[in-house]
C-alpha cells in the first residue's frame, strides 16, 4: 500500500490587471488595494514517486480569493511542483498552475514560481516563501504559457503566522504507522537536501537566525 502526504498552504499579496511586470503589479496592487490569496491542500499522491520523479510533481486543491475576479473561487484543478531543477545548479523553482474561473464564469490559469537562489545574505526564507504570479487568459498548460495573453501580475507571500500553522498541517495517510513515518523522513530529506545542493551552509545558518 502506497503512503501519502498532504499539507495545506496559504500565501496572500497584490496583482495588477493589464499588467505583466510581477514587481510592479504587487507595488500598483498594494497602492490600488487589489488584493489577491489562495488557500490549498496540496497532495503528493504516493510519496516514494514524488522523492523520485525529477518533477516532484502533486496535486493542489483549494480556492483563490481576489474581489476584482468575483470573490472566493474555486479551484478546479491545481499541479504543484516542489523543486525543479534548472540548468544552474544554484537555482532550483516551485512551480504553481491553478485552473479556475472568475465570477462569471472565464476561464482563468494563475501560473506561478518561487525562486531558490543563494544571492548574497541569508535568503532562505524569502527564496521559499515568495511567489511571482501571472494570471492568464484561459486554461493553459505549462506548453502553451508562452503564446498566452496575461491578464495581470503580482507577487504573494506566506505570512509567519500562516507559516507556522502550515508546519501543523502535515498529514500522511496509507500504511502503517512506520510506512508513514518513512514517508515523512523521505519529504523531509528531499526538502533539506534541496535547500542544502542551493545554500550550503546557509540552510543551518538561516535556520538559527530565524529560530
Known amino acids: 500500500m502506497t503512503t501519502a502526504l498532504e499539507f495545506t498552504e496559504e500565501m496572500k499579496g497584490h496583482i495588477t490587471l493589464g499588467e505583466t511586470d510581477f514587481r510592479r503589479g ?7 488595494g ?12 504516493d510519496v516514494e514517486r514524488f522523492v523520485t520523479d525529477p518533477g516532484h510533481e502533486g496535486t493542489a486543491h483549494g480556492w483563490v480569493s481576489c ?15 516542489l523543486f525543479v531543477d534548472t540548468e544552474d545548479p544554484a537555482l532550483t523553482r516551485m512551480l504553481y498552475r491553478l485552473y479556475f474561473a472568475d465570477g462569471a464564469g472565464n476561464p482563468l490559469t494563475m501560473s506561478g514560481f518561487k525562486l531558490v537562489k ?9 527564496d521559499t516563501s ?14 502553451a504559457e508562452a503564446g498566452a495573453e496575461v491578464l495581470a501580475a503580482g507577487i504573494i507571500t506566506i505570512y509567519l503566522l500562516d507559516f507556522a500553522r502550515q508546519l501543523t498541517t502535515f498529514r500522511t495517510r496509507g500504511g502503517g504507522a ?6 515523512l523522513s523521505s519529504f523531509g530529506r528531499l526538502f533539506l ?19
Open 178 to 183: 512506520a510506512d508513514q513515518a518513512r514517508a
Open 130 to 143: 515568495t511567489l511571482y504570479v501571472q494570471l492568464l487568459k484561459g486554461h493553459v498548460g505549462s506548453d
Open 67 to 81: 474581489d476584482i475576479l468575483g470573490g472566493k473561487l474555486p479551484v478546479q484543478r491545481g499541479v504543484f511542483n
Open 118 to 126: 543563494d544571492d548574497p545574505g541569508l535568503d532562505v526564507w524569502p
Open 34 to 45: 487589489t488584493f489577491f490569496m489562495f488557500h490549498l491542500t496540496i497532495e503528493t499522491g
Open 193 to 211: 537536501g534541496k535547500l542544502w545542493k542551493v545554500y550550503g551552509g546557509r540552510v543551518t545558518e538561516s535556520a538559527a537566525v530565524e529560530g
Open 26 to 32: 504587487a507595488l500598483r496592487g498594494k497602492d490600488d
